[in-house]
Every structure is written in C-alpha cells, then in structure tokens.
C-alpha cells in the first residue's frame, strides 16, 4: 500500500486527507480534490455553485469565501487551466486553508472581511480526470488542453460587463 506523497501532504494538509478518505494514493482522484475543496470552504463559512459544465459534462465549480457584500471588491483565484499544473489548485488551497489558523504567513482576516475571493480551483476538469487517471496507473501526466482540444489559457473570452 503506498501513501500519499509528502506534496500532497503538504498542499492538502494530513487532516484533510484523512477527513477525505485518502490514505493509499500518492494524487487525488478528481472527486476526492472535489470533496477536499468543498469540506476546506464548507469549513470557512463559504459557499459553493456549479456554474457550468465542461465538455465532457463533469461540473464546473465555484467557491465564494468571504465578504457577502454585493459591493465587495471581488477576486477570482483559478487553478488547473492547464490540466497537469495541479500545483496552481493545491497553491490556492493552501492560501484558503491558512485562514483555519492565524499564522505569521496566514492572509488577513481583513481580506475576507473586505473582498469576496471567487475561486474555480478545477477550470479544466476532463484533463485533471485524464491526467490523474493517468498517474494512477503508473503513466505520464501529459494533457493540458480541454477535450476540444482547445488551451484555454489562451483563449480566455472577452470580460463582461455584468458582475461576477
């Protein structure tokens, strides 16, 4: 039985992992991520939406944490445009997490107090799906674009003029 590498470890936390269930896998499966994510901003009083679906119909998720202020200067924090930089999602979710506990390096508690931090953690769920089913048997991670093929970190659309 192998256990969880000592990145994920670090990025996720022992305590979550064990709340999740993981104990005999060194990456995530993308449900267990999802349930990670939803306990950590389930624990920060936040809020959770599906917004849409990719295109191989897996969810599109968004947390809110912080102020409910419909004025509230709004942040958005993304992660996994690229399907295997999984680096970037478990980064915010170390940031979210650090909230739990005031540290020297935790962020002020004045940031959710004054701004709503809008966080997609997973934007290209059918390459995180390929690429940890990958790594779990034993190959390399390798897909970064959406099912259509398509980067979508270089194909952002345009910004409207609505509120997020």
Known sequence: MTRPSR?????FGADTLEKVGVSDLPYLRPMEYETAWRALVSDLGGREAVVGRSVEGRPLWRFDVGSRDPGALTILLTGLV???EV???????????????????????ALRERARL?????????????NMDRLARGKAA?????????DLNRNFPQVADEPV
């Open 87 to 109: 680096v970037g999602s478990a980064a915010l979710f170390d940031l979210l997490a650090r909230f739990r506990t005031p540290t020297p390096i935790a962020p002020s508690p």
């Open 82 to 84: 690229h399907g295997v």
């Open 142 to 150: 390798w897909k970064r674009t959406n099912a259509r093929g398509v």
């Open 7 to 11: 990145a994920l470890v670090r990025a």
């Open 118 to 130: 809008v966080i997609m953690p997973v934007v290209n769920p059918d390459a995180f799906a390929l």
